[in-house]
């Protein structure tokens, strides 16, 4: 049994005249997928009264976007997708008119397809299927929970994964009628429509759009750049879904669109943070900020009458120091680094075999010569006891003072507790800012007249 090649036309109102019976489908729409084909009967029909029998000699129309299946005992033993009218022989070899489904189409007929002869007998079902070759439109999508997207920028530093949610469409097409006829829609009496199996191939299409969204962010697309490369991320979906949808059903993803791409406030917060502290490795960009909150801190201190001109110029002391790293920063970015500080040239009275880390325990003798020591290698005298502090230190700083205010911060002088000193007899206690009552050597009691070193 096998299609001739009639002639490739539009189906006219002579073919009844020609034919015993013909084979028809109407227009497919989008919304099915698989329909069993009308039989015309003509007045020269002889099997009027038998729905699933193709008589010899029947005409088969096939209209563009259509592939017909010629199925006998359940199994596929014809198969064009070519548009035109072919003539069924049942006594003729099985023949392939592939059209557009290329070699593909040819492969699974020889491992799917059966041949059976009858030797002139009538078999007790022969049904054609058309199959909707043409690309299925309209196919929504939407990430009713988020995708994992990674994020890579080389240049910040940035490697983390966000949460992306995306909506769009798509569109499919099969490619092998007679893989999605043998795993799909089977000997149907009526119709195979979208709906029974849209709902499966949306939930495989956005398991695949994990492993394509890594791929494409491998290469460091911007998750804002991901509508610009759908192409890329169809052919990732694609290899991910090559046994689901192709090899076992026979469909393609034709084309992929996103209409919008979204991701959780908190996840583009926390990119911004990161790229505006990446900004800031870069010592130029670093240096102009410090400038401007040099500039800043001094129109701040020099506007802050509230508290006072000591608290003043403490703030624009502070400035300064902003300043300074400002200019370091600048010299960073320069290249020009730190240059050292100058130190004096040693006398001839300085000892050369004294460590770099004693230096800071270092005197000078009045006659000269240089020690670390308690006294002096050369004439034997007493380091000079270490002049007492004078001033008061800053408990903020520990910045040495005499003012009433810390020259470094601008903190006020602490109170200076009070000594007690009997004013009677001159004894002084062990705590002598904590007293007794009474003096014990003359009883005298301890009160504001024996305060002193206030």
């Not at 109407?26 to 699933?52: F, W």
């Not at 990430?143 to 920028?153: E, G, K, S, W, Y």
């Not at 904590?434 to 024996?450: A, I, Q, T, V, Y």
Request: contains cysteine; aromatic residues 8%; negative net charge.
């Amino acid at each position: 049994m096998g299609l001739i090649k009639a002639f490739k036309s539009a189906l006219s109102s002579e073919l009844a005249d020609q034919y015993l019976e013909y084979f028809y489908c109407e227009s497919l729409s989008d919304d099915i997928l698989v329909t069993k084909g009308t039989k015309k009967n003509t007045k020269h029909s002889t099997n009027n009264a038998t729905d699933n029998v193709i008589n010899n000699g029947s005409g088969i129309v096939i209209n563009e976007g259509q592939c017909a299946l010629i199925v006998s005992e359940g199994a596929v033993v014809e198969v064009c997708a070519e548009a035109g009218v072919f003539t069924y022989n049942s006594s003729t070899e099985s023949s392939v008119f592939c059209g557009e489904l290329g070699t593909g189409l040819i492969e699974s007929f020889k491992q799917f397809g059966k041949r059976i002869a009858y030797g002139g007998e009538i078999p007790t079902d022969q049904r054609v299927y058309y199959v909707n070759t043409k690309e299925i439109m309209n196919n929504k999508f939407g990430t009713q929970n988020p995708l994992p997207f990674r994020v890579i920028d080389a240049r910040t530093g940035i490697d983390f994964d966000l949460s992306v949610r995306c909506h769009g469409s798509y569109t499919m097409r099969i490619q092998d009628p007679i893989l999605f006829y043998r795993y799909v829609s089977g000997n149907i009496t009526d119709s195979y429509n979208k709906s029974r199996i849209i709902n499966q191939l949306r939930e495989e299409l956005l398991n695949g759009m994990i492993p394509a969204f890594s791929a494409v962010s491998a290469k460091g697309v911007r998750y804002s750049e991901i509508g610009l490369h759908s192409e890329e991320i169809r052919q990732a979906i694609m290899e991910s879904l090559e046994t689901t949808w192709f090899k076992n059903r026979g469909l393609v993803l034709a084309s992929l669109s996103f209409g919008s791409i979204d991701i959780p406030p908190e996840d583009l917060d926390r990119i911004k943070d990161i790229q505006t502290d990446a900004v800031y490795t870069n010592q130029s960009m670093l240096g102009a900020k410090l400038g401007l909150a040099q500039a800043e801190a001094m129109k701040a201190a020099a506007s802050n009458e509230s508290t006072g001109p000591m608290m003043a110029f403490a703030g624009m002391n502070m400035a300064n120091m902003m300043g300074a790293n400002t200019g370091f920063g600048a010299m960073m970015a320069n290249g020009q680094g730190i240059a050292p500080v100058s130190q004096p040239a040693p006398t001839v009275d300085q000892p050369t075999n004294v460590d770099a880390e004693d230096n800071v325990n270092v005197w000078t003798c009045t006659c000269g010569h240089s020690n670390t020591g308690k006294f002096c290698a050369d004439c034997g005298s007493k380091k000079p006891e270490a002049a007492p502090m004078v001033g008061w230190e800053c408990p903020d700083c520990k910045t040495q003072n005499k003012g009433k205010f810390c020259m470094e911060c601008g903190a006020k002088k602490p109170e200076a507790a009070f000594v007690y000193k009997c004013d009677k007899c001159g004894w002084e206690p062990k705590d002598p800012k904590n007293p007794p009552k009474f003096c014990p050597e003359c009883g005298d009691p301890f009160n504001d007249e024996d305060k002193t070193n206030e």
